[in-house]
């Protein structure tokens, strides 16, 4: 190898690194929608005559970058909330970032082997499909990590027309055609153009569309943002003033149909605090009409299990009782894998709190006349999930506490993804966080009220219920995916015949 060419590759790899980074500027809080595609493009570029065994390593390469700073928050948790060493932390995150990789890898890896650079067609039709394949299989895989799907980066762009028929995966797809159509400009200018105006003016008619009609008068509804620290927030001592906080916001608004409590919101089971603490509090709510939606652990003990069930819920209170028990839980964080088996070898993970137990699917609850889809922290991210119960809701509500991720790019991007399920089922949020973001977001995903992140806030503002079915919310991902491996059968068979 000559040291020109030699110098070309270590060049490229470096570039392959600066394209994921500049990709994450596509995300919030930047939102430069254009610095994601720009990077993929350049991924692309990035792979022409190579060998596949390059390609893989430029993919990897891409990944590290998008991943390694769109995904740094992590070791914000894990270090300063998990008390693990920063040098543990650290390994533990660059391995996270390291398996995200994998995915562009094989992307990367698959496009050169099949030689798709050199056949348009084929190029513009699998390149999609393969890249989309990759994000859903990342966002199902061991539960599943969706963050940063490449759809979320066209939140605010004529692209996100197409969310309530094909979901952030669809806008995924789309997106990636979009680049693989500028990819082949100079070789296809009619076949680029034409798919290029196709996408786009599609993307923007779609918008037009009114997916739902109102369903009742508004909701005056107070949004209650405690930012209590993460380092004490169940300390004993922290308790009472916690619970007096809460109390106090609450009692300060009953003017409101509804009160909203972030996730945790109560840093003791329910069952401690129901007959005394939340009692006084419905005796006063209960003379103005108002309704709470409190987050609180709960503890649950059955006859069929030696060990207690705990569950990460909101509970439904002043009206109709209800609860939701959060289904999606995090690995690691609120569920240990293998938990009895764990705890058999050696007594670990005994820890209360440390293993929940998922809820399952569940109906919407009945809260101040309306019926609310519920969500607690990360398992907004799965839209196809929230997408099951959606269709029989008038709203979606989605407490949190992104309290775990400091002020890094973590809160933006959760609550940028919280917005992507709006427009996938054209339900009004209301989102009550511990520490930001808490909002109001009408159905067309419009942040209509905003409360300054990192202060305590007891944020006010009306909602407009809405009812109506999109064809996301009907089918899922199911499109989407049935598009995918029509695409990718129709691409194998092709390449079947063509050696």
């Known amino acids: 190898m000559t040291e020109n060419n030699k110098n070309s590759r270590y060049l490229k790899s470096g570039l392959a690194i600066l394209a994921g980074v500049v990709s994450v500027a596509g995300y919030a809080p930047f939102d430069f929608a254009p610095a994601t595609l720009l990077a993929l493009l350049g991924l692309l570029w990035l792979l022409q005559d190579i060998t596949p065994r390059q390609a893989a390593w430029r993919g990897f390469l891409f990944g590290l970058g998008v ?3 769109g995904v740094s928050w992590v070791i914000i948790s894990i270090h300063e909330f998990g008390h693990t060493p920063i040098p543990l932390a650290s390994f533990l995150t660059l391995l996270l970032v390291a398996y995200l990789s994998l995915f562009p890898t094989l992307f990367a890896w698959t496009v050169v082997r099949l030689r798709l650079i050199e056949k348009s067609l084929l190029f513009l039709l699998m390149v999609p499909a393969l890249w989309t394949l990759g994000e859903w299989i990342r966002g199902t895989l061991m539960t599943g990590f969706p963050w940063l799907n490449i759809g979320y980066s066209q939140i605010d762009t004529w692209l996100v027309g197409y969310a309530p028929v094909v979901g952030v995966y669809g806008i995924g797809f789309l997106m990636m055609l979009s680049v693989a159509a500028v990819f082949l400009f100079a070789r296809c200018k009619k076949i680029s153009m034409i798919v290029l105006v196709v996408i786009w003016g599609t993307g923007w008619s779609l918008q037009m569309i009114e997916w739902v009609t109102p369903a009742g008068k508004p909701l005056n509804v107070t949004l209650l943002q405690g930012n209590i620290s993460q380092l004490n927030k169940f300390e004993p001592e922290n308790r009472a003033r916690i619970m007096s906080l809460y109390e106090e916001l609450t009692l300060e608004n009953l003017d409101s149909d509804l009160i909203v409590w972030p996730e945790t919101a109560i840093p003791a089971f329910y069952h401690n605090v129901a007959d005394n603490y939340i009692s006084d509090i419905l005796e006063e709510t209960r003379k103005t009409g108002t309704e709470l939606l409190i987050g609180v652990p709960i503890k649950q003990v059955t006859e069929d299990s030696d060990r207690p069930h705990y569950y990460n819920s909101a509970v439904a209170l002043g009206g109709e009782y209800g609860v939701y028990s959060k289904r999606h839980l995090v690995p690691f964080g609120e569920v240990v894998p293998f938990g009895n088996l764990l705890r058999a070898i050696g007594g670990i993970f005994n ?8 809820g399952g699917i569940q109906a919407p609850l009945n809260i101040a006349g309306q019926k609310a889809a519920i969500s607690i922290c990360y398992e907004i991210v799965f839209g196809e999930e929230l997408a099951q ?3 029989d809701s008038t709203m979606l509500i989605n407490i949190s506490n992104d309290a775990w ?3 890094s790019l973590a809160p933006p991007q959760h609550f940028s993804m919280a917005r992507m399920r709006v427009r996938e089922t054209a339900r009004p949020l209301l989102r009550s966080t511990n520490t930001g973001i808490t909002a109001f977001v009408d159905h067309k995903a419009v942040v209509t009220h905003l409360a300054p992140s990192f202060s305590v806030q007891a944020l006010k503002g009306q909602i407009q219920p809405m009812q109506g079915e999109t064809f996301y ?9 049935l598009i995918v491996g029509l695409v990718l ?3 194998g068979v092709i390449l079947r015949r063509q050696q």
């Open 473 to 481: 919310v009907r089918f899922g991902n199911g499109i989407i995916l």
């Open 389 to 391: 119960t959606a269709g």
């Open 405 to 407: 991720f400091g002020d």
């Open 351 to 358: 820890v209360p709190l440390s293993d929940f137990s998922t």
């Open 489 to 491: 059968v129709l691409g």
């Open 67 to 69: 991943f390694g700073t």
